[in-house]
């Protein structure tokens, strides 16, 4: 089964609030985690990644937080805009026996309201 | 534009039909990854290779099969094709194993 999944399959915000996506994950070995985003019709694009040595990583607008105590990762999108609208997935690297395998929970769709 | 490269972007073929999808890695990547996305089961892993040997196994079932090339691209063979393997298939490509992984666009397979 998998091993990420995502609390809530849809998420309204305003223009300009801040946006948050939460994801949980079920294997305590998983060591590095990914956000993706994905826009209709096209692929998931990376946006940003967090190693489990990590609590919190930032990037342009966004920022991932990881809670190892209770296998927990979140994604904040400050000052919410228009273009962020799109389905949001975290991905888990699981690896083993030489392989490395990107799990990906449901997907959370975001949608920004003008 | 991402880097990889999937063709066909359209595929519309007929049940028990084969179809070949194909995958050109970023330049200097070495590993290739099979995703599906259906709309009900978000994105399953299939396969990966790395440098023209198969890695990974995820939920690929038996008509499916994949390949890596000398070149490093990849083709996945979808055959005894079914109503239900109507989805997206992506392929991803990183430098090595372990790393966060580039999208393709993806090919959209339409099975009637």
């Known amino acids: 089964g998998e091993s990420v999944g995502l609390h809530l399959p849809t998420l309204s915000v305003q223009e300009g609030d801040n946006s948050i996506i939460n994801c949980a994950y079920s294997?305590?070995?998983?060591?590095?985690f990914i956000w993706y985003k994905q826009e209709s019709g096209k692929g998931p694009q990376f946006i940003i990644d967090?190693?489990?040595?990590?609590d919190k990583r930032q990037g342009q607008r966004v920022t991932v937080l990881l809670n190892k105590t209770v296998k927990h990762l979140s994604l904040q999108i400050a000052a919410t805009q228009p273009g962020d609208s799109a389905v949001y997935f975290c991905?888990?690297?699981?690896?083993?026996?030489?392989?490395?395998?990107?799990?990906f929970g449901k997907g959370t769709k975001l949608s920004v309201i003008p | 534009d991402s880097g990889v490269t999937q063709t066909p972007k359209h595929l519309i073929t007929a049940t028990g039909q084969r179809v070949t999808l194909r995958c050109s890695p970023r330049?200097?990547?070495?590993?290739v990854y099979w995703y599906q996305q259906s709309l009900d089961q978000g994105l399953q892993f299939l396969i990966q290779?790395?440098?023209?040997?198969?890695?990974a196994k995820g939920n690929i079932l038996e008509r499916f099969s994949a390949q890596q090339f000398p070149d490093l691209h990849s083709e996945l063979n979808l055959s005894s094709l079914e109503l239900g393997d109507s989805a997206l298939y992506f392929c991803?490509?990183?430098?090595?194993?372990?790393?966060?992984?580039?999208f393709g666009s993806g090919t959209r397979l339409t099975v009637v």
């Open positions: 294997n305590s070995a998983s060591d590095y």
């Open positions: 991803a490509s990183s430098v090595d194993m372990g790393q966060g992984y580039t």
């Open positions: 290779y790395y440098n023209g040997e198969e890695r």
């Open positions: 991905a888990d690297l699981l690896s083993g026996a030489g392989s490395y395998q990107l799990t």
């Open positions: 330049s200097g990547d070495l590993s």
């Open positions: 967090i190693r489990s040595n990590m």
